[in-house]
């Protein structure tokens, strides 16, 4: 019903049915590119609001808002194929191969992991809870990425399924 309005619409404003299949195409073409465009937007905010959540947060949001973005937008395709290309390196800078940092991000991951125990055994309000269980993710990831030891896991489990 509501198609035959819209038609009706079309044929009113444009004339002969060749004239309102094209224009009708062209305004679904507009629609779909502005849902696609709001959609990526919603998921890039849902990304950034959930990024204090703990497990990985708001990362695959936002990679699958600038995915759904990069389709219309020459900048997020940009920016899309950027983080994609560099994102290693980024993790390379933050985790070098030297042992005096490893040692600290080691230490680092230990306070995290104390703070967390008194947290949870305290018996908290639920925001220190939660701060808490967001605090033992971070510690994780550190201690994964720090000495190439989620690769090295990662390798061994792969051993072990062969």
Request: hydrophobic residues 50%; proline residues 4%; positive net charge.
């Amino acid at each position: 019903m509501f198609y035959s309005e819209i038609d009706d619409i079309l044929l009113a404003v444009y004339g002969n049915s060749q004239q309102r299949r094209v224009q009708y195409f062209h305004m679904s073409e507009k629609f779909k590119r502005i849902g696609t465009d709001a959609a990526g937007y919603v998921l890039i905010v849902l990304g950034i609001a959930f990024s204090p959540l703990p497990g990985p947060g708001g990362l695959p949001l936002v990679l699958a808002g600038l995915g759904l973005l990069s389709i219309h937008n020459e900048w997020a395709r940009r920016l899309r194929e950027r983080l994609l290309d560099h994102g290693g390196k980024i993790v390379e800078k933050l985790f070098p191969n030297n042992p005096t940092v490893q040692w600290l991000y080691d230490a680092v991951v230990g306070m995290l992991l104390v703070l967390v125990a008194v947290l949870a055994w305290r018996h908290a309000a639920i925001w220190q809870i939660t701060l808490a269980s967001f605090l033992f993710f971070i510690a994780l990831l550190i201690a994964g990425l720090n000495r190439d030891r989620a690769t090295r896991l990662k390798n061994t489990l792969v051993k072990h399924k062969k």
